[in-house]
């Protein structure tokens, strides 16, 4: 199993664009260390995708090709949802 490097996924999550840092910075402070590895490889990956397409993702004007994003985008907006 492949070791994640916490500090590496959260400086990831700063984007430089605010609404993607007010969602991605929280969810991996506070969420990414309790997820499942599965998930967290998921998160990881999710943070490769462009700055656009993750916030179109996340402010749900897109739904991303890969299926699989779908599942740690609707966390992060559950946490953000319950963190407000």
Not at 19 to 39: K, N, T
Not at 56 to 64: D, E, H, R, S, V
């Amino acid at each position: 199993m492949q070791k994640l490097d916490k500090q590496k996924i959260f400086w990831h999550s700063r984007r430089g664009m605010l609404e993607l840092d007010l969602l991605l910075v929280p969810f991996a402070q506070e969420v990414f260390s309790d997820l499942p590895y599965q998930e967290q490889l998921l998160y990881e990956q999710l943070l490769d995708e462009e700055d656009q397409d993750l916030f179109g993702w996340l402010m749900g004007t897109a739904i991303p090709q890969d299926h699989r994003f779908q599942l740690i985008i609707a966390k992060i907006l559950a946490h953000n949802n319950g963190s407000n």
